[in-house]
């Protein structure tokens, strides 16, 4: 693919601020930065203070590591809706400094500074405005705490390289940093592939973590590699991410502005007040726009969502995601926007119900498109299912609704995981081994069992004489298992009061394992025993720290 | 007009449509005069199809075995002609779940999706072994009671097999509904009831098609030798089935259920 366009031929990439508010989850929540605190999403740290990251706590962690480090640290449950509700005043906020402000997510905005620059006479002057009028917002916002982590602000070429110039730089204004004009290579050339993970969305992880092995750790030396070699081995992916390495140009190959024509409005009768409501409706509309977009081979990646009242109060926002915003990521936007509107301040509350919501894709680029199948992808079957699961996702809420996911392990319950259902081979997950993985050692053999419990029932193994079998350091029983002890009820499948006889009649193993002795925390050693009792049943059984306990049945 | 009309194909494809077909019948205009002097008074006045004629003469033809759920070879004794759709299937007794796998595993080889709600000790793995398609596959945890049928709901008529084990008792209504909707959109409701709790405690409406397992003997270790490479092997199991489209007197096939590799195998 020689056709690729040299870095030279590149547009110039456009000079941006963007804005970050760090923590924002816990700033809308009115956290006190000076306290630990950490704010959880999805069972996962999504935000934590400065004192709690100082020990240790991390994104991305899970609840009982994050308190295993700190173990005082205040736990706050994620309030996406109030996060979207504060950030919009401050976003408003910024319409004074431009009318160009792009959304990404509550705590993340940019906007382009070629005009605001001359207004305000220089782009420290404008960096400095900006945090003034952020800090100004978010103080109007009475959060509670005293105090917050103020803002970081970045100006480089291009948005993503001023996104990490935020990110590395201190609070604004005196933190900000500022790239100068046509030195945003040089600014990128030392940072980490892995920075590329977020804008490249679900493709970025593996190329990071071919390039990271091809020995290729900075964006520099990514960056310095020719680029029809990096189109010709990575493709379309390589070729954004080698474009975003050497900082010419942030938008993907090939951006234009989306013909007016495709542009979908969703009329409410009657006015609409609630947010659920109104969200609802933007999901066929997202769809709608996907359909349209995807006729065309296009995808959006800037979308104007403009709301309008009964009484003609009018509400536009532009949002802006790194990678391509799929239907669902329309929705949360809509969401997000209406959230900051609806609910916000009275001041900028409107005074009567929706009438209007209009998804004008603003920038679009060439799709990709979903990988399918080899043999024609998703079926009508696939489809229907994937609606389905949908609408229980909308009656019992995110999370409840799980799909398997093979991890591999030594136990019925390691091997296959169950992960939220996010949508239809957006990215399937992998639910067999890999092909040729290397086995695990200490594994139990096939047949698995049929029912893996969720909650393993304490028990009580016993030889001949009555004496607990336990099991020496070389993995040897003390004695032959003679008979199981159950609790008085077990909802195992086995009633004990039909006088099911607990009888050992056969039995395997043991297969002892000791899984990541290093690491205090997640470390676990046990040894599992299949026994079949005169009943019939047949029971996974295993002892860790002298306790026996049934941890599945082969039913 | 003495045009030889073949008589063997049916007037109605001849005729010419009736431009008034979206009126009341007595106001359309009727091509009587035509058909008086043919001389045949006895042909119906009202030559042109309806629109369910039509439908009825066009309609794609289904083949009994479109209405029917593939299953795996082991099962072939005891469903000679595949898993019907639309029938309610009740699974009890030790090794139910093994059953409900086994009657699942080949219809999502072939395409088909399983919910599985309200089941969440499923073995995920002896699943994979038997043959499930886990890409196929959706787990919901158990939906509180009020919320249990609507969530069923959903999934009849979307996925081809629902898999559920309500651990509180339906209401009659929503058993009928459930199993009325099931037939009419052809999906397959199967109803576990492990071993302790008999089909008529757990489930208020009629179950088509009962499978009941039989007592089982697990072959592989034994208590007096259990040496290092022991390990239990496979399960001998007979199940019966009775019910709608079975004889009387039932039938019942001995299973491996799984064999040695995990896999169910007929005996």
Do not use: K
Not at chain 2, 153 to 162: H, K, P, Q
Not at chain 2, 212 to 236: E, F, Q, V
Not at chain 2, 262 to 267: D, E, H, K, M
């Amino acid at each position: 693919m020689n056709g690729a366009p040299a870095a030279t031929d590149s547009p110039a990439a456009v000079r941006t601020l963007v804005v970050g508010c760090p923590d924002w989850p816990l700033t809308a929540l009115g956290v006190d930065p000076g306290e630990q605190a950490l704010v959880l999403g999805a069972g996962r740290v999504v935000a934590a203070t400065g004192p709690a990251r100082a020990v240790g706590v991390a994104r991305g962690q899970h609840r009982r590591e994050a308190q295993y480090l700190c173990p005082e640290v205040r736990v706050l449950a994620r309030d996406e809706a109030r996060e979207a509700r504060e950030f919009e005043v401050v976003a408003s906020a910024l319409g004074a400094v431009t009318p160009w402000v792009e959304a990404r997510c509550p705590g993340r905005c940019s906007f382009g500074v070629l005009g605001p620059v001359r207004l305000f006479g220089g782009e420290v002057a404008l960096v400095r405005h900006t945090a003034e009028v952020v800090g100004a917002a978010v103080d109007r916002l009475e959060l509670g705490a005293g105090s917050h982590p103020g803002c970081r602000i970045g100006v480089a070429d291009g948005a993503f390289a001023a996104g990490l110039a935020a990110r590395v730089g201190g609070v604004a204004p005196e933190g900000a940093v500022v790239v100068p004009p046509g030195r945003s290579p040089d600014f990128l050339a030392p940072l980490p592939v892995a920075v590329l993970t977020t804008p490249l969305a679900g493709r970025g992880a593996e190329l990071v973590d071919v390039l990271i092995r091809l020995g290729l750790t900075t964006l520099g030396a990514f960056a310095a590699i020719p680029v029809a070699d990096v189109s010709a081995r990575f493709g379309n992916d390589g070729l954004d991410a080698h474009r975003l390495a050497s900082g010419v140009d942030n938008r993907p190959v090939g951006h234009r502005s989306a013909p007016p024509d495709l542009a979908v409005s969703v009329p409410f009768d009657p006015p609409v007040d609630r947010i659920d409501r109104a969200a609802f409706a933007a999901r066929s509309a997202a769809e709608a726009l996907h359909e349209r977009l995807s006729a065309r081979g296009m995808a959006c990646t800037r979308l104007l969502v403009e709301v309008e009242t009964e009484h003609g109060e009018r509400m536009s926002r532009r949002w802006r995601d790194e990678g391509v915003l799929g239907p669902v990521a329309v929705v949360d936007r809509v969401r997000w926007q209406l959230e900051g509107w609806l609910h916000g301040p009275p001041a900028v509350r409107p005074t009567s119900g929706i009438v209007l919501l209009v998804l004008v894709p603003d920038e679009v680029v060439p799709a990709v498109g979903r990988q399918l199948g080899f043999w024609g992808g998703a079926s009508a079957a696939d489809e229907r299912a994937g609606r389905a699961c949908d609408r229980v996702v909308g009656l019992l809420g995110p999370g409840s609704v799980r799909v398997p996911e093979w991890r591999g392990g030594r136990d019925p319950d390691d091997q296959v995981a169950l992960v939220p259902f996010v949508g239809l081979t957006e990215s399937p997950t992998r639910v067999e081994p890999l092909e040729g993985a290397p086995p695990w050692p200490g594994a139990l053999p096939r047949p698995s069992p049929a029912a893996v419990h969720t909650e393993p029932v304490a028990i009580d193994v016993v030889d001949a004489g009555g004496v607990p079998v336990t099991v020496d350091g070389r993995g040897v029983l003390s004695a032959p298992p003679a008979r199981l002890v159950l609790p008085e009820r077990v909802s195992l499948g086995v009633d004990p009061d039909t006088g099911s006889d607990q009888r050992v009649t056969a039995w395997a193993g043991p297969w002892p394992v000791d899984e990541r002795w290093w690491d205090p925390l997640r470390r676990s050693r046990r040894a599992r025993l299949q026994i079949v009792t005169a009943d019939g049943t047949a029971r996974l059984v295993a002892l860790a720290d002298g306790q026996w306990t049934v941890v599945a049945t082969y039913d | 007009m003495s045009r030889a009309l073949p008589s063997a194909l049916p007037r109605s494809l001849l005729a010419e449509p009736d431009l008034f077909d979206d009126l009341p019948p007595e106001e359309h205009s009727l091509p009587t005069h035509g058909l008086s002097e043919a001389g045949r008074p006895g042909l119906p006045l009202r030559v042109a199809p309806t629109l369910a004629e039509t439908a009825q003469r066009i309609r794609p033809t289904t083949l009994a075995v479109d209405r029917t759920l593939p299953v795996i070879e082991a099962l072939a004794g005891l469903f000679p002609d595949g898993l019907r759709r639309g029938v309610t299937v009740g699974v009890s007794g030790a090794g139910a779940r093994s059953m409900a796998l086994a009657l699942m595993a080949r219809a999502t080889q072939t395409g088909s999706w399983v919910a599985v709600v309200g089941t969440s000790d499923m073995g995920l793995a002896a699943a994979f072994e038997v043959g499930v398609a886990l890409e196929r596959l959706v787990v919901v945890n158990a939906p509180h009671p009020d919320q249990w049928a609507s969530v069923v709901a959903t999934f009849v008529g979307a996925v081809d097999l629902v898999l559920v084990s309500p651990g509180h008792r339906p209401s009659t209504g929503d058993a009928r509904r459930l199993a009325a909707r099931c037939r009419e959109r052809g999906s397959v409701l199967v109803c576990l009831f492990p071993e302790g709790r008999s089909p008529g405690e757990g489930w208020p409406g009629r179950i088509d098609l009962q499978f009941s397992m039989g007592a089982a003997t697990w072959s592989g270790p034994d208590a007096s030798s259990a040496g290092p490479l022991a390990r239990l092997r496979s399960r001998r199991v007979e199940v019966s089935v009775g019910g709608r489209g079975v004889p009387d007197d039932g039938r019942s096939d001995v299973l491996l259920l799984p064999d040695p590799t995990g896999v169910p195998a007929r005996l």
